[in-house]
């Protein structure tokens, strides 16, 4: 197997054997559109899923389409500012983690940012690497926050969904010697559906479960999520045991269907 490198030639770091990676997804809002595009290719090739804004305005419309993993924001942008779309982030109940990006001599009112739940603030012209290291930091902190948040709302022992056994407090799953790492929302979405098995859980309840904000009707950010999902825990992710569409209504986990 050929060994995977970045632009410079330095190798990325193996995945261990059977192990299948979560890609973190990240809303990236820049009205500059040469700066959105290095920056998009950037997170890219350092395997993040960028999904790039040229507004404040575009900026609220993908997070409602998308319910991304993280949030970059330009201050200064047309339409919406970055305070505006994280103002409304926060109205929305989420507490996805958000970064402020400023120019350099830019004047910000940081306590503005702090009090609207910023995560951090990073001065252009700064280093790709120093970029993704601050996304990956805030990130790792914001899961551990998350995580200790869930611990009485997730389970704490692993559980079985059929062949699937479930490690919450690791984020992984295993089918025999096939690992699969999970995000925190995919325990949740897992786990829910475990807690209710037989049951049909709506969209709403799934999506303020997994995501801790609001369902947006018009979104299919849940059910992309579950279609991702599907295509690495499924045995046959076109035929799904685990996680079987309810239509109009959600989804539901029906037990023991290959018993008999």
Not at 48 to 71: E, K, N, S, T, Y
Not at 95 to 102: D, G, K, N
């Amino acid at each position: 197997m050929p060994k995977l490198v970045d632009a410079k030639g330095n190798q990325f770091a193996e995945q261990p054997k059977g192990m299948q990676a979560v890609k973190m997804t990240v809303l990236l809002a820049e009205d500059d559109p040469i700066t959105r595009r290095g920056l998009t290719e950037v997170l890219r090739k350092e395997g993040l899923i960028a999904i790039p804004a040229a507004d404040g305005r575009q900026a609220w419309d993908l997070f409602q389409q998308h319910a991304p993993d993280f949030v970059c924001l330009d201050v200064m942008m047309p339409g919406l500012s970055g305070y505006d779309v994280c103002r409304k982030i926060r109205l929305a109940g989420s507490q996805v983690p958000v970064i402020f990006i400023t120019a350099k001599g830019e004047e910000v009112d940081k306590v503005v940012g702090l009090e609207l739940g910023a995560d951090d603030y990073i001065v252009k012209p700064f280093g790709v690497k120093e970029m993704v290291a601050r996304i990956r930091a805030v990130a790792r902190r914001c899961l551990k926050e998350q995580s200790a948040e869930s611990e009485n709302s997730l389970p704490q022992v692993e559980f079985a969904m059929d062949d699937l056994v479930v490690f919450p407090t690791e984020l992984r799953a295993r089918r025999g010697e096939q690992v699969y790492d999970l995000s925190l929302r995919e325990v949740r979405i897992l786990s829910l559906l475990f807690r209710s098995a037989g049951q049909v859980v709506d969209r709403r309840t799934l999506m303020n479960y997994a995501w801790n904000q609001e369902y947006f009707p018009n979104s299919r950010t849940l059910d992309q999520h579950v279609s991702q999902l599907r295509k690495r825990i499924e045995v046959d992710s076109k035929n799904p045991r685990l996680i079987q569409t309810v239509h109009g209504v959600g989804y539901r986990f029906q037990p023991g269907l290959d018993e008999g």
